[in-house]
């Protein structure tokens, strides 16, 4: 059974750095033609896609963050991480990582994830 648990800050102030991990048990993030993404849902709002890791290191974002959002991986430990920089208060959102067998480019791809972490709420505030 495949399981993925996201972990981080629950609380990060403005203009700072939110970084999270995925810890991903079951299975393993180099798994060919698995693609390991990160998704947000704002409080009242619908979820967004914010950018995928996939199996052999490559990343890919959306347009809408791709300025501020890395993604990166430790395949020793089977994690990988978000960081998003700059962040605001409109950036206050339930954070989920979750696995797709194939690229996810935006939010249009969602169902194709198959496994999803329980989220984690990250509140940008002073």
């Known amino acids: 059974q495949v399981r993925l648990q996201e972990s981080g800050p629950g609380l990060v102030k403005p203009s700072q750095t939110l970084s999270l991990t995925c810890t991903v048990s079951?299975?393993?993030?180099?798994?060919?033609?698995?693609?390991w993404s990160w998704i947000r849902q704002p409080p009242g709002k619908g979820l967004e896609w914010i950018g995928y890791i996939g199996f052999a290191g490559g990343t890919y974002y959306s347009p809408s963050l791709k300025s501020r959002a890395s993604i990166s991986r430790e395949t020793s430990k089977n994690q990988y991480t978000l960081q998003l920089s700059s962040v605001t208060p409109e950036d206050t959102a339930v954070y989920y990582c979750a696995r797709a067998g194939a690229p996810t480019s935006d939010n249009y791809y969602l169902p194709r994830m198959d496994y999803w972490g329980k989220g984690t709420l990250v509140t940008v505030s002073s």
């Open positions: 079951g299975g393993s993030i180099t798994t060919e033609k698995l693609y």
